[in-house]
T-cell receptor
């Protein structure tokens, strides 16, 4: 069975600074990896995904994520954080045939 | 142009009642899902339907019954509501096929059982 770990419940960063939200995964076979964002009282919005190819994936709102197969990681990054990026971020993994499994989420707070 | 829409967004009801949450997607997807988000924000799949056929039924009490009248709709009916059913329920959809297909979520339905 697949699993996702988001080791940080909370990440605080100052506006304008780079941010990283960590994610590691475990899955049989090639992984399909996703990042979603949830704003307060809102649904999950898809940010980006890794299927194959280039290890650096670019997504919505200036976010990107780096796939590292040897470290089984898929960390979310942004070069310059905005206060409006403050939200709950979920990493998720899906095997080729199977269901999407989410991590426990990381609350990102960008301080003005 | 809402892709996955679900109603109601907020629902407060008493223990023992029966309630339904409706979901519709206009993305032309073949697969629809219900996910539950608990008070700790943990997300877990409940059901998955492909072309109106149930393909995933996680360990969910049989008080929860999904119904898919067509592939664009997947409703969730809950009988005899309990306090522990209080959660956010998300409907979602995706193209069928491989695991690389993106799953798109609705805005959620906040259910509070009192």
């Amino acid at each position: 069975a697949q699993s996702v770990a988001q080791p940080e419940d909370q990440v605080n960063v100052a506006e304008g600074n780079p941010l990283t939200v960590k994610c590691t995964y475990s899955v049989s076979g090639n992984p399909y990896l996703f990042w979603y964002v949830q704003y307060p009282n809102r649904g999950l919005q898809f940010l980006l995904k890794y299927i194959t190819g280039d290890n650096l994936v670019k997504g919505s709102y200036g976010f990107e994520a780096e796939f590292n197969k040897s470290q089984t990681s898929f960390h979310l990054k942004k070069p310059s954080a905005l206060v409006s990026d403050s939200a709950l971020y979920f990493c998720a993994v899906r095997p080729a045939q199977g269901q999407l499994t989410f991590g426990s989420g990381t609350q990102l707070t960008v301080l003005p | 142009d809402t892709a996955v829409s679900q109603t109601p967004k907020y629902l407060v009801t008493q223990m023992g009642n029966d309630k339904s949450i409706k979901c519709e997607q206009n993305l032309g997807h073949d697969t629809m899902y219900w996910y539950k988000q608990d008070s700790k924000k943990f997300l877990k799949i409940m059901f998955s339907y492909n072309n109106k056929e149930l393909i995933i039924n996680e360990t969910v009490p049989n008080r929860f019954s999904p119904k898919s009248p067509d592939k664009a709709h997947l409703n969730l009916h809950i009988n005899s509501l309990e306090l522990g059913d209080s959660a956010v329920y998300f409907c979602a959809s995706s193209p069928s096929g491989g695991g690389g297909n993106t799953i798109y979520f609705g805005e959620g339905s906040w259910l509070t059982v009192v």
